[in-house]
């Protein structure tokens, strides 16, 4: 059954390889000498490029991604390798916003109501059982504006007693309407809206709109930082450099590397982390050499393409396979 959807899938990734192949050849390994305001126009195409430039980057405006536990928002302006000790009273203003995707800390305990998120295994001719379940809890003394989810557990095991009893709960700050997003593995499949209305019965009152949730797991802990964003002076905001910890404490006055346009909605959350306006497209300058960036390109276009041919080439043995006996069972008829 899965021989012919195989081979196509296979054939489309060939495809795309060449495809990719086509769109950005190689780059050349001489270093196209631009000024900032020549970086920022060559921002419109779409077309990567090796360049060299005199400018300077803002190295105390860094933006860091929140990486893999959070995908909104995914960037934030604080170092993603520390733990952010938050108040309650710091619901009351937006200025908690700015640890949307870290991890923070709060000292308090939770509700003495608490909600459980069943998965439910419901087969045929089977009676339904339990296979986990995820604790939804408010945060005592936030009226209902921090709220604190679980990683899914065993139902009624020590890890979900351990968690309800807890009297600091810890995990990344993010908005309540985003956790489907934010928790796909496992898939959260939970309807936001009956939370919502079944929390409302239960405590008596609304859930604000501007909610926030902790995800709250034992196992998540801060991610070390890896590299980070910062804007490149006099570029109107367009331009990005892509630095790490070790190249950031000596940035050359003359940047040297790959350039890659983007659309903004790639980077979103750059306006939020920045808290400015920023153009359709912009640019990040990566401090590699053309060369690196060339064997980057070629090996992830081989994996495309020996992925595709694999898938290609057992769909196209099943489809043979099935030729074959059924030319068989002809041959008898």
């Given at each position: 059954?899965?021989?012919?959807?195989?081979?196509?899938?296979?054939?489309?990734?060939?495809?795309?390889?060449?495809?990719?192949?086509?769109?950005?050849?190689?780059?050349?390994?001489?270093?196209?000498?631009?000024?900032?305001?020549?970086?920022?126009?060559?921002?419109?195409?779409s077309a990567k490029c090796f360049?060299?430039?005199?400018?300077?980057?803002?190295?105390d405006r860094k933006i860091y991604?929140?990486?893999?536990?959070?995908?909104?928002?995914?960037?934030?302006?604080?170092?993603?390798?520390?733990?952010?000790?938050?108040?309650?009273?710091?619901?009351?203003?937006?200025?908690?916003?700015?640890?949307?995707?870290?991890?923070?800390?709060?000292?308090?305990?939770?509700?003495?109501?608490?909600?459980?998120?069943?998965?439910?295994?419901?087969?045929?001719?089977?009676?339904?059982?339990?296979?986990?379940?995820?604790?939804?809890?408010?945060?005592?003394?936030?009226?209902?504006?921090?709220?604190?989810?679980?990683?899914?557990?065993?139902?009624?095991?020590?890890?979900?007693?351990?968690?309800?009893?807890?009297?600091?709960?810890?995990?990344?700050?993010?908005?309540?309407?985003?956790?489907?997003?934010?928790?796909?593995?496992?898939?959260?499949?939970?309807?936001?809206?009956?939370?919502?209305?079944?929390?409302?019965?239960?405590?008596?009152?609304?859930?604000?709109?501007?909610?926030?949730?902790?995800?709250?797991?034992?196992?998540?802990?801060?991610?070390?930082?890896?590299?980070?964003?910062?804007?490149?002076?006099?570029?109107?905001?367009?331009?990005?450099?892509?630095?790490?910890?070790?190249?950031?404490?000596?940035?050359?006055?003359?940047?040297?590397?790959?350039?890659?346009?983007?659309?903004?909605?790639?980077?979103?959350?750059?306006?939020?982390?920045?808290?400015?306006?920023?153009?359709?497209?912009?640019?990040?300058?990566?401090?590699?050499?053309?060369?690196?960036?060339?064997?980057?390109a070629a090996s992830k276009l081989?994996?495309?393409?020996?992925?595709?041919?694999?898938?290609?080439?057992?769909?196209?043995?099943?489809?043979?396979?099935?030729?074959?006996?059924?030319?068989?069972?002809?041959?008898?008829?």
């Amino acid at each position: 059954m899965i021989r012919w959807p195989l081979f196509i899938i296979g054939l489309g990734l060939i495809v795309c390889a060449f495809v990719a192949k086509v769109r950005q050849p190689p780059l050349a390994t001489a270093a196209r000498r631009v000024t900032v305001a020549e970086a920022v126009a060559l921002v419109r195409d779409s077309a990567k490029c090796f360049v060299e430039l005199e400018a300077r980057v803002a190295t105390d405006r860094k933006i860091y991604s929140t990486g893999d536990e959070v995908s909104k928002p995914g960037f934030t302006i604080n170092p993603p390798d520390q733990v952010y000790a938050i108040k309650l009273s710091d619901l009351e203003s937006v200025e908690v916003e700015k640890y949307l995707g870290n991890m923070v800390r709060v000292e308090a305990g939770r509700e003495s109501l608490y909600l459980r998120l069943q998965m439910v295994r419901d087969r045929a001719f089977e009676e339904k059982q339990v296979m986990s379940e995820r604790l939804l809890a408010s945060i005592q003394g936030s009226s209902l504006r921090l709220w604190a989810l679980s990683d899914a557990l065993p139902s009624d095991g020590p890890e979900a007693k351990r968690w309800l009893s807890q009297q600091q709960f810890q995990g990344y700050l993010t908005r309540w309407k985003d956790v489907h997003a934010n928790r796909s593995r496992p898939k959260f499949s939970h309807d936001l809206q009956k939370i919502y209305q079944f929390a409302e019965k239960e405590y008596g009152r609304p859930v604000p709109d501007n909610a926030y949730l902790l995800l709250s797991d034992s196992k998540s802990f801060p991610q070390p930082v890896s590299y980070f964003y910062c804007p490149v002076r006099d570029s109107q905001e367009t331009l990005f450099c892509e630095l790490t910890s070790v190249t950031a404490t000596n940035v050359p006055t003359v940047l040297r590397g790959v350039l890659e346009p983007s659309k903004l909605e790639l980077y979103q959350d750059f306006e939020k982390a920045l808290r400015t306006k920023l153009p359709a497209r912009i640019g990040i300058l990566s401090l590699e050499s053309a060369e690196s960036f060339n064997q980057r390109a070629a090996s992830k276009l081989r994996e495309v393409f020996a992925t595709g041919a694999g898938l290609a080439l057992i769909g196209l043995i099943g489809i043979a396979w099935k030729a074959v006996r059924r030319s068989r069972q002809r041959a008898k008829g």
